[in-house]
């Protein structure tokens, strides 16, 4: 490990180096005592191993039995993708002052989308904290490391390659059998789910090597999140070679949404229609009104001119 990614707990506890009980791969306690509790990066990273002590299907993360500024990860490959059945492990170091500023991201089992033993270059992490944002987690970032994974490596990128798809699934057989220094064998990490035709798809314990683990193709996906759609939306540029690859097909609109719509459809029409002669009878108000100030109009010219005239006899025959 590198001097300068190591947050030692007298950087961090504000000097208070006495020896502590070491913190589990999956406990949901550190140390408390030997770090400073008015710092927000330990308050934010000791909630967020509490939230994270269970591990879930696509992911889990634990800090070191040593530095709660460095976590593991373990990450399942994307349905759908040509990494869909590997296990990958990784380190996140975090800054000082996390989250204010992004962590950095180095994945250590080989994958074929990104070099191993490097700090990768990502929206997401150190190299670009202008859009990095506080109110992302762990788990949003893990997540968001998933998606990136479906992107094409961009040639030049700090941390990015590109092997073929042939390769890809090979090394994603191998990464099953990887083995942490630290963790140990990165397969125990992630639960394994039974399949879904035996009347339940709950988790049932950690798997090996040996035993294996199922991973059912249609498993329901979970909503995503405005954090993770904003994340998304921020993904490397796409290369001159073409863009991501989209593991979602497109579905078709059912008949019941169909039928909403129409029915949206008529009432507008409806509405409009309304509106429509509503301002025809509002226009036609005026005409109407002027017709009848001219019928009366005319109306009282005749009877003038019926007096003029009975008066013009009468002083004639005088």
């Not at 001097?3 to 589990?24: D, L, R, W």
């Not at 798809?165 to 083995?179: F, G, V």
Request: hydrophobic share 35%.
């Amino acid at each position: 490990m590198n001097p300068e990614e190591t947050h030692t707990i007298s950087q961090v506890g504000g000097g208070a180096a006495a020896a502590a009980e070491p913190v589990s791969k999956t406990a949901t306690t550190v140390p408390a005592a030997s770090y400073n509790l008015r710092c927000p990066g330990v308050k934010r990273l000791m909630r967020e191993a509490a939230e994270l002590s269970t591990p879930e299907n696509e992911f889990s993360a634990h800090p070191t039995e040593t530095n709660l500024f460095e976590w593991h990860f373990t990450i399942r490959g994307p349905e759908g993708s040509d990494f869909e059945h590997g296990i990958y492990h990784g380190r996140i170091i975090f800054p000082t002052e996390y989250p204010m500023k992004p962590p950095s991201f180095i994945l250590l089992t080989p994958n074929g989308r990104f070099q191993t033993e490097e700090k990768i270059c990502l929206s997401i992490s150190n190299y670009h904290p202008e859009t990095w944002l506080p109110s992302w987690s762990i788990r949003t970032a893990l997540v968001a490391l998933r998606s990136f994974m479906l992107t094409p490596g961009n040639e030049g990128a700090i941390g990015s390659i590109n092997f073929p798809p042939e390769e890809r699934k090979k090394l994603a057989i191998k990464s099953r059998n990887w083995s942490c220094h630290e963790c140990g064998p990165i397969i125990k990490l992630l639960p394994v789910q039974i399949p879904d035709n035996s009347k339940s798809a709950k988790e049932v314990g950690n798997g090996d090597a040996t035993t294996g683990e199922v991973t059912p193709s249609d498993v329901a996906k979970k909503p995503e999140t405005p954090e993770i759609a904003k994340l998304q939306s921020s993904v490397e540029a796409p290369t001159p070679n073409g863009l991501a690859k989209d593991s979602n097909p497109v579905t078709t609109p059912s008949t019941a949404t169909l039928n909403a719509i129409n029915n949206q459809e008529t009432a507008t029409t409806v509405e409009t229609n309304n509106f429509t002669l509503e301002q025809q009878q509002q226009h036609n108000e005026p005409i109407k009104n002027i017709i009848y100030d001219l019928g009366i109009g005319c109306f009282i010219v005749l009877i003038l001119a019926l007096c003029f005239r009975r008066l013009l006899s009468i002083f004639t025959q005088v």
